[in-house]
């Protein structure tokens, strides 16, 4: 399968019909998001995908109309047995025998029905295929006769299509069974089965005898939704008006009134009592040329003869009905205005609460008591568990939250999409931001193909009026980011259920995931949390500090500060910090001293106070003298770092002027090119009094004033110099160590036949001596470092020599000089020794 296809396939499987983002979308199948992008774009210029939204894009699959579109209910209450009910058409070979339960007038006829059509419209069957009916009500102790007549049905070769054996219920539960079989058995004939009772049947057989039977549970009328309990009586005032041939007309008050009889559970009831309730009006005024259905006021809902009820029209008899556009509208606007103000969550709170009782759109306590349950469930496992937000526990508060999505429901459904979705769902976030990211983390698991609609917005003011004031405390955007399946997730639970509030989001990252790829979840969580007011703090695992700031810093311009090597102590520590509501800076500074192995970075590139880097060939010992002799002598508001000689090598290499932008003067021992326009000196050359000119002016620029720049030059020049040298030296001798070393410099000047200039001898002595020091103390030997490859003739013979040369240090102070440090000799020497070059 192509790549394109396994997307689309993992799309239709996972997501049949919801929303989803394109990161939803990539997630699913692995592949990055730029591609799943420009594939997404192809499947919906072919067809197969519906896209909406912008900022995010949302993708769904594109369906083609079905033949239970029909039925009310076919996209809310009905949606789940629909579904099931496909299972049962298009499972292969010969489909599966289909039971529908549901007490009398439930529609179970309507839904066979349509499986029937819907077999059809998918090929199955032709429009020739048949739809019979048996009852068994009819073959009472008559079993013998009804089993011939099913049987008859189905040995008829010639026949295709469905027989609907009802009210199977009046049957012994032998008998039952004995029909499942039988279905269950029909492979090789072209009649497919579904069967319906208006009960339980006592005896499960199609389970105890493993018939493959797919079941489908219809709810009673009372238990349907109020739009669909609506959209009943439109329907069947609708067959009234289409038979009586005249206008009937109705106020939505009682319109609602039929749609809430709470004691009607049958769609047949319903339709029985409008058709008295016509009858009556007909009788009482037989001439007029429309029927007035008990008072009309001015807002009457009038319905045409012979128009058809489609799926349009049944959602603006709903809306008029229950007056939703104004109401949502005004309720939207109210709620937009006091969030303008400035006003606190609890008067929006209010507002969306006095709506809820007025428009009480539901009549099924115990519906909503099932749906408060729900959202009492989705709600502690997409907020409490992982964000560390308790609810309270009250039944009423729950009761509101349940009523606020069951408005928000019914407005979504019946209700184009109001012009202010954007602008309340902005507004929320810009006013209460992390209430907002926990409210959306909530909708993503219960009402995925919803986060865009502004309807859905409106029980976050009900949901989270006690929490917001808490989440919205909180002034850094905090993250973990980590490899495996539930470290960054198991360190967030904790930290943010031990402090109560959500400080932390988490990301559990695959084990090959690419900073490109980390960048993204930093992004997008940006990006949807909103910038906070203080910065942002993120807290990994492995992998390079600097890399991660400097990834992490181009996508947002706030304060950020990296911290690696996370532990769950440390989480919590970075957790009571932004509790305290500490100042960037103090939780910076505090990050950085967690354990030795921690490293945290808060500032762009190498330092973000003014600094000068000091780099010696002879170590990082000399380096940290000369950066205590600068230190001692300059403003204290001066940096020196002292970097290894290859580090600085490889950071010159590795980066831009602004990694360097503060330092102000690089200083080594050996001649090192940049063309990053910040200076660097040889500190060997301020012997030469122009260059010593130079470093007084640099440190006249950098603040320093002449004293100190005098000073610090005088104190170079004497810690460079044999005298230096001396004082350097811990353990050996320093006059013998400097005659060794002067020694090894004449064999090196005998050998190339070349004379050394006295700053470069000074620098070989204060090498060497310090080398052979450093090798006698030094535990660890190094391997071959001679990258073969390396080696020209040159260097070859260079060694070599060396080898020679160093042989008599070597037994005399017993030491093992390191390829390492020929190799660096070899740098130092190599222009002065090949002088043709
Ligand atoms: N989802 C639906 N959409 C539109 N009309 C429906 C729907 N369900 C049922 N009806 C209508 O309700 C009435 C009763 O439905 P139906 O005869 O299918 O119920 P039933 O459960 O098979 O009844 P019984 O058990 O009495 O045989 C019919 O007029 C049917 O057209």
Known sequence: MKAIEKLYAAIAQQFPDERITTKQAADAVGLTRGVTSSYLSKLEKQGKLVKTGSRPVYWQIKREKSAFDELIGFHGSLKNDINRAIEAIVYPGHGLPILIIGAHGTGKLSLARSVYHEAISRGIFTKESVFE??????????????????????????????????????????????????????????????????????????????????????????????????????????????????NILISPHSLIKFAKFTNVGSISE???????????????TPNVNQLIINKVDKNSICIIPNQQLLETRITSLVTSALQLGPTANSLLENLSESLLAGETI??????????????????????????????????????THQYGIVFQKDD???????????????????????????????????RYPRSHYLFKQLLIKMAPKNIQSAYYYLPFFVLMVQCSEKLESVHYNAILLT????????????????????????FDMPIDVSIGQINEYVRDYLIDQGSSNKGNIILFDMGSLREMFREIKKVSDQELLVVNNVTTAMALDIGLRIQR?????????????????????????????????????????????????????????????????????????????????????ILTTTDVSGDMG?????????????????????FLQIGENQKSSNLLIERLLRFLSIEGIRGRLQILNPDVVIQESQDIVSHYENFYNVKFEPRLKL????????????????????????????LTPRKNDFISLSSGIFQHVEQKFNIKVQDYEIELLYQLLKDFIFTDK
């Open 346 to 383: 609890a008067e929006q709170n209010f507002l969306v609460l006095k709506v809820l009782n007025q428009v009480d759109t539901t009549v099924s306590d115990s519906l909503l008591k099932e749906l408060a349950q729900t959202i009492q469930q989705v709600s502690k496992e997409a907020i």
């Open 678 to 698: 910040i200076d660097i000196i040889n500190i060997y050359n301020i012997f030469d009094k122009s260059v010593s000119l130079k470093l007084e002016t640099i």
């Open 581 to 665: 509501n500490d100042i960037f800076q103090s939780i910076a500074e505090a990050s950085q001293k967690y354990s030795s192995t921690t490293d945290a970075q808060y500032y762009e590139g190498l330092s973000n106070r003014k600094n000068i880097i000091v780099s010696c060939m002879s170590g990082v010992g000399l380096s940290e003298e000369l950066k205590k002799l600068i230190e001692e002598t300059l403003s204290p508001s001066l940096e020196v770092i002292a970097l290894d000689y290859k580090h600085l090598h490889a950071l010159l290499k590795n980066n831009d002027r602004q990694f360097f932008s503060n330092t102000q003067l």
């Open 396 to 430: 009423n508060f729950w009761r509101y939250v349940a009523l606020a999505f069951v408005f928000a429901n019914l407005c979504s459904e019946n209700l184009p999409a109001a012009e202010s979705t954007h602008k309340l769902q902005t507004q929320i976030k810009k």
């Open 483 to 506: 490899h495996g399946e539930h470290t960054a997730s198991s360190i967030q639970q904790v930290v943010n259920t031990l402090c109560g509030n959500y400080f932390f989001e988490a």
């Open 133 to 246: 009916t048996i009852d068994c009500g009819k073959y009472k102790n008559k079993f013998n006769t009804l089993q011939r007549e099913v049987q008859g049905v189905a040995s008829e070769v010639q026949k295709a299509g469905f027989l609907y054996i009802k009210n199977l219920q009046v049957l012994r539960s032998e008998e039952q069974h004995e029909l499942f079989m039988f279905a269950s058995q029909q492979e090789k004939t072209n009649i497919r089965f579904i069967f319906s009772a208006t009960t339980e049947l006592s005896n499960k057989n199609y389970i105890d005898f493993n018939c493959a039977v797919v079941q489908i549970r219809l709810s009673s009328l009372n238990e349907r939704p109020l739009d669909e309990r609506i959209a009943f009586v439109g329907l069947f005032l609708q067959s009234q008006a289409d038979k009586i041939g005249k």
């Open 763 to 790: 620098n070989l002595y204060m090498h060497l001596s310090l080398m052979i020091e450093r090798m006698l103390v030094s535990t660890t030997v190094s391997e071959n470092t001679f990258q073969e490859a390396d």
């Open 270 to 284: 319903l339709n029985n009592r409008i058709q008295l309730m016509c009858a009556a009006a007909y009788a009482k």
